[in-house]
C-alpha cells in the first residue's frame, strides 16, 4: 500500500460505483531519489497503485487487477511540479469482476486515463 506513503488522501467523495478523491503527492518518498536522479517523476506503476487504492475504497475491500486495458499517460506527473492531483473513477462490479474506468487530473488538467478489469483479493 502506497496510501499514507507515497501518497495521502486530501478529500474524498464515494457514491456506489464512483468515487471522487484529491490526493497529495509526497515530495520526500524515496522512490522519487531512483526515478529519476535530478529529474524526479512519478513511475508510472505507482499512479496506477494510487488508482487501484482508491478503486479499494469505492468496492470496499481489496482488489487486484486482472487487466489492464488501457492507460495513457498524457503528461508526466511529479511532485515538485503538481504535487496535487484529483481522482476520478468509476468501479462497476459484474459477476465478481470490477470493471474501472479512471482519470487523474493536475491543476484541471488530465494527466492520466486508465481502464482495466480487477477482481476481489481473498489474500
Given at each position: 500500500m502506497l496510501e499514507n506513503k507515497y501518497f495521502t488522501v486530501t478529500a474524498s467523495h464515494i457514491t456506489d460505483t464512483h468515487g471522487e478523491f484529491d490526493v497529495r503527492l509526497e515530495k520526500g518518498h524515496p522512490v522519487y531519489a531512483g526515478h529519476f536522479p535530478g529529474n524526479p517523476v512519478s513511475p508510472g506503476v505507482c499512479n496506477l497503485q494510487m488508482v487501484k487504492e482508491c478503486a479499494e475504497k469505492?468496492?470496499?475491500?481489496?482488489?487486484?487487477?486482472r487487466r489492464v486495458a488501457q492507460y495513457r499517460l498524457m503528461e508526466v506527473v511529479s511532485p515538485w511540479?503538481?504535487?496535487?492531483?484529483?481522482?476520478?473513477?468509476?468501479?462497476?462490479?459484474?459477476?465478481?469482476?470490477?470493471?474501472?474506468?479512471?482519470?487523474?487530473?493536475?491543476?484541471?488538467?488530465?494527466?492520466?486515463?486508465?481502464?482495466?478489469e480487477l477482481i476481489a483479493n481473498n489474500n
Open positions: 469505492v468496492a470496499g475491500h481489496a482488489l487486484t487487477f511540479k503538481e504535487p496535487d492531483l484529483h481522482i476520478s473513477l468509476d468501479v462497476a462490479e459484474t459477476d465478481g469482476q470490477y470493471k474501472l474506468t479512471a482519470k487523474m487530473t493536475a491543476a484541471g488538467a488530465e494527466v492520466i486515463s486508465v481502464k482495466g
